[in-house]
């Protein structure tokens, strides 16, 4: 199988590496719009630099995975769809619903297939606590709190082009929930601070933020999420029913101490960061997205997953403008 990937970035490099080792990956062609950059990584790896994407996708491809700026993600899914090829894509296809849905409609047109990063479902800890709601093991649940800490904030110039912490770090929460729980989300109430740093008063966006989501059955779940833990990157979920309560991302890594006298110790190396704590789960949705292309599976998280997460998001974002509950049904999907 010959796999054209466009972006050499840090999530497009270790991309690289992961579809470079992979027994049904003969070839791999990469691409960047830092030309040198993607030499680089090639020569890493092992791979192909190509001069462009268009070469990428002249040079005879199987399938294309899409690493590049969020800028790009929605032109670059409808070019896969309309050259008939499968496209494994990181989230998010684009930072508002109308281009959303022009790339899904191009995808659904051209009868190809699109995989999106959403590589908490290949987590082993979330996989066990969907297990746990879905075998009944929890009873009835009643309540889920969703937590997602960076250590640092990002570069500046980055949050401008991000779309905003609700789009770009909870919208990985909001995607879990529902694939946890089985559940759709139907309103939100969502608060956002901005008393960090300044660059994110500047750029329009907030430091920190907290959800209350009411599920169609009732179940409540929180989600927060911070660019300012300076412990650690903190990742985790916790699930709470009648019959028992499971936590997913809490193990010896977890940068978290106890204030109680006989409380485990302080974690003596917390998680540095997304990669580092979600390596094995990225291998396997890479890995799982070869399969899709070979045909031995299902896809396991398609564009109508990610524009399921990406309303939510909408509507948090419109909910901590207007500081009120917003009903899902308020976030058009004809746009």
């Known amino acids: 199988m010959r796999i054209g990937l466009i972006g050499t970035g840090r999530i497009g490099t270790f991309h690289a590496g992961v579809l470079s080792r992979h027994r049904e990956v003969g070839s791999l062609v990469v691409a960047d719009a830092d030309t040198a950059r993607a030499a680089a990584v090639a020569e890493q790896v092992g791979a192909t630099a190509a001069p462009g994407v268009h070469e990428v996708f002249s040079w005879g491809v199987d399938a294309v995975v899409i690493a590049s700026a ?41 009868g190809t297939e699109l995989q999106l990063g959403f590589m908490r479902r290949f987590d082993a800890g979330y996989g066990a606590a969907r297990e746990a709601v879905r075998s009944g093991r929890l009873g009835r649940l009643h309540t889920v709190r969703a937590i997602t800490s960076d250590p640092a904030p990002p570069p500046a110039a980055y949050l401008p082009l991000s779309g905003g912490l609700y789009r770009d770090c909870l919208v990985h929460d909001f995607d879990v929930l529902r694939w946890v729980t089985g559940r759709e989300v139907v309103e939100v109430y969502a608060l956002g601070s901005d008393a960090g ?68 110790p302080r974690a003596p190396r917390p998680w540095p960061g997304f990669l580092e704590r979600f390596a094995p789960a990225y291998e396997a949705e890479l890995g799982a997205f070869v399969e899709l292309v070979r045909g031995e599976r299902e896809n396991p998280c398609d564009g109508r997953e990610a524009l399921a997460a990406l309303r939510i998001a909408e509507a948090c974002e419109l909910s901590r403008r207007e500081r009120r509950a917003v009903r899902l049904t308020e976030i058009a999907t004809d746009a």
């Open 70 to 110: 969020t800028s790009s993600h929605a032109e670059l899914i409808g070019r896969a769809a309309r050259a008939g090829l499968p496209a494994f894509c990181e989230k998010p296809i684009a930072l508002d619903l109308p281009k959303t849905l022009e790339a899904l409609r191009a995808v659904e047109e051209a």
């Open 197 to 264: 740093p300044s660059m994110f008063r500047e750029a329009g966006d907030v430091d920190t933020a907290a959800v209350l989501l009411t599920l169609d059955d009732g179940t409540l779940a929180t989600a927060t999420a911070t660019r300012c833990n300076g412990a650690g990157y903190d990742v985790r979920m916790e699930l709470s029913g009648e019959l028992d309560q499971v936590a997913v991302g809490l193990d010896e890594r977890t940068p978290l101490t106890s204030t109680e006298p006989q409380g485990p």
